[in-house]
């Protein structure tokens, strides 16, 4: 089946520490997105990409990196810089220019500083 | 890209129709309304889209005024599964354009 998966599902990072969330699609879709939800909130655009070695900032990327050498795949790194990194991150992907059917989004993975 | 304005929650019992109302006064003229759902703990779900008039599909309707300023979202016969979080889009179909979501409608239904 079609569809994207990120792992891991849990993570947990020490203060200082770099960690990088995983995102592949199998749905040969251009674009993949990245997305930060806190408790109660809505979504967050942090990062998006429409093409192989290209991405593009969304609103909120301080503290965040994102690298697309494959088009199957749209990993984020949280990096130290990011002051609350304690969040829902969500990974999404559409075709480019055929959005009849909406995103398609990952189950998340639920970050947490300790 | 244009503003959303829904209901920050509501209330509803098993078997009932929901229908939530958005509010996009500022549309543009190549807009779509798109609407999600969402579940605790996974990411959001595509349930309908429009561009005008009425739209129906397997899970719900969709109902466009002719002046589109507002959309409202209407889901038959609810049950207890269908407590989440929706969410109303306004944008152009070009996905080039990012996704906004804002804190959405929080649907819970009641036994």
């Known amino acids: 089946d079609g569809g994207i998966t990120q792992s891991p599902k849990y993570l947990f990072r020490k203060e200082g520490q770099n960690v990088t969330l995983s995102c592949e699609q199998n749905?040969?879709?251009?674009?993949m997105y990245w997305y930060r939800q806190d408790p109660g909130q809505g979504l967050r655009l942090i990062y998006y990409?429409?093409?192989?070695?290209?991405?593009q900032k969304g609103d909120i990327a301080e503290g965040y990196s994102v690298s697309r050498e494959k088009k199957e795949s749209f990993p984020l790194t949280v990096t130290s810089a990011q002051k609350n990194p304690t969040a829902f991150y969500l990974c999404?992907?559409?075709?480019?220019?055929?959005?009849?059917?909406?995103?398609?989004f990952g189950s998340g993975t639920r970050l947490t500083v300790v | 890209l244009a503003k959303t304005t829904q209901p920050i929650s509501m209330d509803s019992y098993e078997g009932q129709e929901v229908n939530i109302t958005c509010s996009h006064n500022?549309?543009?003229?190549?807009?779509?309304i798109t609407w999600y759902q969402q579940f605790p703990s996974q990411g959001p779900r595509f349930i309908i889209q429009?561009?005008?008039t009425k739209v129906t599909n397997e899970v719900a309707s969709l109902f466009i005024p002719a002046d589109r300023k507002s959309s409202t979202l209407s889901l038959p016969r609810v049950s207890l599964s269908d407590t989440a979080v929706y969410y109303c889009?306004?944008?152009?179909?070009?996905?080039?354009?990012?996704?906004?979501f804002g804190s959405g409608t929080r649907l819970l239904v009641r036994p």
């Open positions: 749905l040969n879709h251009d674009a």
């Open positions: 990409s429409q093409i192989v070695n290209d991405f």
């Open positions: 999404a992907s559409s075709p480019y220019r055929d959005t009849n059917y909406g995103y398609t």
């Open positions: 429009g561009y005008k």
């Open positions: 889009l306004v944008a152009p179909m070009d996905s080039s354009y990012k996704l906004i």
């Open positions: 500022n549309i543009a003229t190549n807009d779509y």
